[in-house]
Nanobody, 130 residues
Framework: HVQLVESGGGSVQAGGSLRLSCKASGYNYDRNCLGWFRQAPGKEREVVAHLYVRGDETFYAVAVKGRFIISQDSTKETLYLQMNNLKPEDTAMYYC????????????????????????WGQGTQVTVS
């Protein structure tokens, strides 16, 4: 079971940048699919970006591709989200989440995009863009 704590949210003007961090603790960090998600008021939670700790690829929602960068540092067991050229529509509560996975699960790409497939969640950090 992975425990997750986000930090780095805040208020920024449009065009600005923020970097979110998510410190993980628990066993088998490298056997997890890790993701960033966001939820704006009145909207459903959505996937922003995700990666498999043991893999090389990163995946992004269309709305953030080219502006956000997801990365992780295994030595620190920390997930990051670098957010550049922020827009007002990026305003939301941002969450990191994890799911311990097998190689067969991670090979099924569509599964990674389903919010309910992630079972370990942080408390969230607010991002406000004006």
């Amino acid at each position: 079971h992975v425990q997750l704590v986000e930090s780095g949210g805040g208020s920024v003007q449009a065009g600005g940048s923020l970097r979110l961090s998510c410190k993980a603790s628990g066993y088998n960090y490298d056997r997890n699919c890790l993701g960033w998600f966001r939820q704006a008021p009145g909207k459903e939670r959505e996937v922003v970006a995700h990666l498999y700790v043991r893999g090389d690829e990163t995946f992004y929602a269309v709305a953030v591709k080219g502006r956000f960068i997801i990365s992780q540092d295994s030595t620190k067991e920390t997930l990051y989200l670098q957010m550049n050229n922020l827009k007002p529509e990026d305003t939301a509560m941002y969450y990191c989440a994890a799911r311990r996975v097998t190689e067969s699960w991670i090979s099924d790409g569509p599964k990674r995009w389903i919010v309910s497939n992630y079972d370990n969640w942080g408390q969230g950090t607010q991002v406000t863009v004006s």
